[in-house]
């Protein structure tokens, strides 16, 4: 996929009517909104490498074309692990269907004609969404990569503190002093990032990897 300014993500048109595709892109263009456009749900999935970091983006996909339909199209970007909104373009009669898309895990839809600044406030409010995720994801792996690099010792100190030990505790259950905790503590604090136990705690709820 092409590169993308970070701080205004591509917005994919994904439609096989050619007339539409185009004049949705003028539209978003004229707003200041990055575009790329596809003629269909094949082409957009050809140019996803699996495994790959997609740069954060939004995907304006019709529910029904030729060949792949949006709502396969979609199943196969959830099997891929696509990260970013996805809002359903749908004309009157696909409603329940993009409802449903919507409960299986797509961003939004809009009802064809729609207003076009209701369309443009809607992506809008998806792109903020995918900056907001995207920032999420840089600070889970910065988060990860501080977490690997602490000390076997500083490792043990952490899990002492998750478990809402005191340094007193901690220095008895690890046979050192409680000065020695004190200064693993302030170093695992400093390493991530972190002022309290609490925040600590929750950090490592929202960004460390999953208990295997």
């Not at 994919?12 to 269909?40: I, K, M, N, P």
């Not at 693993?184 to 460390?208: D, P, T």
């Amino acid at each position: 996929m092409a590169a993308a300014d970070p701080l205004n993500p591509l917005v994919h048109v994904v439609d096989d009517d050619a007339d539409f595709r185009e004049g949705l892109a003028w539209l978003l263009d004229s707003r200041g909104l990055a575009t790329r456009c596809w003629d269909s749900g094949e082409a957009f999935l050809r140019s996803l490498r699996p495994g790959d970091d997609w740069p954060c983006c939004v995907v304006l996909l019709d529910i029904r074309m030729e060949g792949l339909s949006g709502l396969a199209t979609f199943e196969r970007l959830k099997a891929l692990g696509w990260p970013w909104p996805v809002l359903f373009l749908t004309g009157h009669g696909d409603v329940g269907m993009a409802v449903a898309a919507v409960k299986n895990g797509a961003w939004d839809f809009l009802e064809k004609p729609f207003q076009n600044n209701r369309l443009v406030d809607q992506v809008l409010a998806a792109r903020q969404v995918a900056l907001s995720w995207q920032d999420d994801s840089r600070e889970r792996l910065r988060f990860r990569q501080a977490l690997a690099a602490l000390s076997a010792r500083e490792r043990e100190v952490l899990d002492q503190l998750l478990q809402g030990h005191y340094n007193k505790n901690i220095a008895d259950h690890l046979g050192i002093t409680q000065r020695t905790v004190e200064f693993h503590r302030a170093n695992i604090f400093e390493k991530l990032r972190v002022n309290s136990a609490v925040e600590l705690a929750h950090r490592m709820g929202r960004y460390a990897d999953p208990p295997s």
